[in-house]
């Protein structure tokens, strides 16, 4: 009680009565309320009961924001956790942001020949690899005739990738490059797909080592097209961590500005805490 004296100022116009608490109390989660104080014997006049009660919980709220410097504060320990994570989070970052170039076998210079594609009744996709057929189709969707044209996935019809893979390249490098080939002819096949549906010139001069092209940035290979899976995931990855990075910060300056709010009602709940003193020193006269 004494140590709220010093607060005391002169008494000023009496506010309407209005609930106190709710002001200074943390919306933040995990917040947890001081124990209650013992309580003195309810006087029987009803105003200075109520005035006394006011005065508890002003108190209180100076109390819980007074102990937020604490170290062992919910309000300190919230920041102890976000600061630890944030720091995990920026290793994390760091560690993915250096990413290790591979150095991986190429295929053979093998020609791509004898492109073509038929789109009726639905498209059919045939080329060679040196002297193997290869051979994509749609499947025929008979409920969509006639209706509406959907696009569907190419299906492999004649497709053996493992003799275009040279006896060279083995183990788990040659699982590696026989699973990204036969994603990569995919690729390749659709665009050949799109270019006759769209009317665009088939390319040329393509060859088996344009499937598995080493990405100028990872070294890994890329799809015909471009796409590095790997730059992709990467990239993905990254995106990620920094999205968790933005919100623990954003969590991080709600709790302080919350905080920070409360310090600088302080002053209005010392006013208060005063006030109700005097008014009680008044009854009590
Ligand atoms: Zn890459």
Known sequence: MSFFKRFRKQPEPVEPETPVAPVVT?????FVPPPPRPTPPASADPKVASLEQRRQSIENAIELVQRSADSDSPF???????N??????????RAATSFERRELPGLPSTPIG??????DPVPDVRFSIGSMPFEYAEEID????????????LLPVTVDIEPLIPESISGAIRAELTAHLDRSLFSFATDLRDR??????QPTG????DLAKACTRCGDWELWGGVCLRCLAHETRLRELNEERTRLLDDRSSELEERQKQVEELPIQRRRLAETNAELQKLRA
């Open 114 to 119: 004898d492109i073509s594609v038929t789109l």
């Open 142 to 153: 008979w409920a969509e005739r006639g209706t509406q044209i959907v696009r569907g996935d």
């Open 26 to 30: 943390s919306k933040a989660k995990g």
């Open 196 to 201: 006759a549906i769209e009317g665009r010139e």
């Open 206 to 209: 393509v060859t088996l080592a």
């Open 84 to 93: 630890t994570t944030l720091d995990s989070i920026e290793a994390e970052i």
């Open 76 to 82: 300190q320990q919230r920041i102890a956790i976000l």
